[in-house]
């Protein structure tokens, strides 16, 4: 889990140094990170404060992602080519 976590991160700030190819990467890992978290949040059954800070996560991650692929992202990606 470790390797995965600072493969996470490399791929994280090769993104935010202009390579497109590490950002739809970043996109594909969190997108797979929110399937583990959400199916983990359905099949635990867990307490309202779990469940509560789950959801405020995922909407935190996906806002994240959707910030990546905004048009001024895109612009800033596509001047970097």
Known sequence: IL?????????????????????????????????LLASGLVVSGGAIDTITLASVLLVLILGAV???FSPGANAWYAARR
């Open 3 to 35: 390797g995965v976590a600072l493969l996470y991160l490399v791929f994280g700030f090769l993104a935010f140094t202009g390579r497109n190819w590490a950002r739809i990467t970043t996109a594909v890992l969190t997108g797979g990170f929110v399937l």
């Open 66 to 68: 959707a910030i990546l």
